[in-house]
Structure formats: structure tokens, C-alpha cells
């Protein structure tokens, strides 16, 4: 079996990013710029936050974090994205979620400018993804991390069945669209599943490659998987680990155990989507540094 593995992946496309930054610097003495906006002080959040601007000072690419206190009104926040859309060193603009429960997430997401979407969730970007025009929207950037993943693993998928367990806004659906697309690394028939699908292992069990985005640890087991099949587990649940230093663990939707004997290539949790998702951002910043610059 393959373990496919998203650490060295996400590495490689991060030390592609850099090298291709360092040429934009010294061609045209400009970087790609990343606004990150945070609302309250989730601490969650916060280590993401920084996780994400650390990263972008290893590549070279200027990152801008706005830190809101909690009771920042919608307004307020709605006119610093505004501000952020207009600014030329920024290609990316980031609203950390959650928000605090008086914003309306949405209201948000639609305020940034669809050319800065890099998240991918503005239903501009969803929508020419449904419509296939991948070379001109942000494809957000799970979905995307995954397809990177079977891409540069060379896993066929054109033909294939590919099963997606999970309908939400920011991976189910998005997924699924991406692999029906007629584009190299997708070209699947593809089955959505949810929580009112009768006889789950049904559909399981038919595909040629299982994506699963459900949150519930362990939910995917050997019965449920096709002999051969590759099976992309996207949960990250925190558990509570006495043994981990830490006093907890991720734990990923599918019980690596008992699956790696059926399966022909898996992803681990942690280390195969997650890496992905902050590599596949600055991607997507890297994208739009590229479409401003014509590059
Ligand atoms: P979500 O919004 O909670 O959606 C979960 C989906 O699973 C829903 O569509 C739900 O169906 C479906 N579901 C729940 N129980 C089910 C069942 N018994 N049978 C079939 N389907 C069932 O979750 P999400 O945001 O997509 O995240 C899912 C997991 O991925 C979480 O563990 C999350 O932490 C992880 N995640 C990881 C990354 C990463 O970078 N690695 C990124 C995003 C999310 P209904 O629609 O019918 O309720």
C-alpha cells in the first residue's frame, strides 16, 4: 500500500513556491502579499494564524495580519476588507474563521474580492469551479490540496469512481465538483454521500477512490472500503491522549488500521491532507500575485 504523503508533498510544491518567488523579487522587485484578518482571540485561531504567516516569511511572501478585538462590528471588519481589496501589494486576503457570533461569515465572505479569494469560498470562485473555468477562479484550497496530492502521486482517476462522504460548503462539495471536472487529475463519476444517504457502505464500497470529510474518528472501516481503492481521509478531530505529551491527538475519519490492508493508497492523519491545505493557499497567493503581474 501507499502511504500518501502530504509532509513531503506540501514540501516540495513550498520549496517550488519560494524559488519561483525569489525570481519574481529580483525580475521584477515585487512579492505576492497575503492579508490575514482575525476577529477575537480564539486561541485555535491564533496558532493558525501564525502558522500561516511563518510559513509565508520562509517563502518570501509579505503576509499582513489585522488583528480585530472580539467585539469588532460587522461593519468595522466588512470596511477593513475593503480597505484590503484595494490595496496593490495584496494578492490574497484571508478572514480567519470561526468569526464571533454577531458577524455573519458569509457576509464576509462575500466582501473580499473575488481576485483575492485565495481561500476559494467566495461563491464567484465556487461557481466557475462548478462551471469548469479552473484557470480563471481560486479553488479552495482542501479540495485543491487533494487533487495536488493524486496528481502528484500519478493515481488515475480518470473514469474512476470517486465516493465523497461529507456535503459541507468548504470541503464535501467543493471536492466533488473538483473530481467531475474534465481536467487531467479528476474526470470521475462522481457520488456525494451525507448523513441521510441509506446504506453508506453501498457507495463506499463502489468506489475506486473514497474522499471523506465526515469529523467522526474511526467512521470509515475495512467492510466499507473496495479492495484496491484509494481513500483520501480529510477528518481531523482533536482527541483527548493521555499518552501524548501534549494530553491530546488528531485523529483522522477512517481507521488507518484496518483500511491500510484494503486499500491500494492512503492518506495518514496527521500528515496527508492537513499539510496540504496552508500549502495550497500560498499557491493560490502565488496565482494571484501571477494574474495581477501577467506573469
Ligand atoms: P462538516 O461541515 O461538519 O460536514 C460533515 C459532513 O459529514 C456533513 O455533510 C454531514 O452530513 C456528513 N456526515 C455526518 N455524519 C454522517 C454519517 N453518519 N454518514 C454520512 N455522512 C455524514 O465538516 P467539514 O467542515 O467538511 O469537516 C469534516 C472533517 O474534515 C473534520 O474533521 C474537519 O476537521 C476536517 N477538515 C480538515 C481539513 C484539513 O485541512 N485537513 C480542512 C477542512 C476540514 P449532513 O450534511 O447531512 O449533515
Redesign the pocket.
Known amino acids: 500500500m501507499i502511504v500518501i504523503d502530504g509532509r513531503k508533498v506540501a514540501e516540495d510544491l513550498k520549496n517550488e513556491l519560494k524559488t519561483g518567488i525569489e525570481q519574481y523579487r529580483r525580475s521584477i522587485g515585487k512579492v505576492p502579499g497575503l492579508s490575514i484578518i482575525i476577529v477575537g482571540e480564539d486561541p485555535a485561531s491564533q496558532v493558525y494564524v501564525r502558522n500561516k504567516a511563518k510559513t509565508c516569511k520562509e517563502l518570501g511572501i509579505f503576509c499582513r495580519i489585522i488583528e480585530l478585538p472580539p467585539e469588532t462590528s460587522q461593519e468595522a471588519l466588512l470596511g477593513t476588507i475593503a480597505a484590503e481589496n484595494l490595496d496593490p501589494d495584496i494578492h490574497g486576503i484571508l478572514v480567519q474563521q470561526p468569526l464571533p457570533p454577531h458577524i455573519d461569515e458569509f457576509a464576509a465572505t462575500i466582501a473580499i474580492n473575488p481576485s483575492k479569494d485565495v481561500d476559494g469560498f467566495h461563491p464567484e470562485n465556487l461557481g466557475r469551479l462548478v462551471m469548469g473555468h479552473l484557470d480563471s477562479c481560486f479553488v479552495s484550497c482542501?479540495p485543491f490540496g487533494i487533487l495536488e496530492l493524486l496528481e502528484r502521486h500519478r493515481i488515475r482517476t480518470s473514469g474512476m469512481h470517486c465516493v465523497v462522504?461529507?456535503?459541507?460548503n468548504?470541503?464535501?462539495k467543493p471536492v466533488a465538483n473538483l473530481m467531475l471536472q474534465k481536467h487531467g487529475a479528476a474526470n470521475c463519476t462522481v457520488t456525494v454521500?451525507?448523513?441521510?444517504?441509506e446504506d453508506?457502505t453501498f457507495f463506499t464500497r463502489h468506489a475506486d477512490i473514497l474522499i471523506v470529510?465526515?469529523?467522526?474518528p474511526g467512521f470509515i472501516t475495512a467492510d466499507m472500503v473496495k479492495k484496491g481503492a484509494v481513500v483520501i481521509d480529510?477528518?481531523?478531530?482533536r482527541i483527548e491522549d493521555p499518552s501524548a505529551k501534549s494530553g491530546y491527538r488528531f485523529a483522522g475519519?477512517v481507521d488507518y488500521g484496518s483500511v491500510s490492508a484494503v486499500a491500494s493508497a492512503l492518506t495518514p492523519v496527521p500528515g496527508g491532507?492537513?499539510p496540504m491545505?496552508i500549502a495550497m493557499l500560498l499557491k493560490n497567493t502565488v496565482l494571484s500575485f501571477k494574474r495581477v503581474n501577467r506573469l
Do not use: E, F, Q
Open positions: 482542501t462522504v461529507g456535503r459541507s468548504i470541503v464535501g454521500c451525507h448523513s441521510a444517504t453508506l470529510a465526515v469529523g467522526k480529510v477528518g481531523n478531530t475519519d491532507v492537513g491545505t
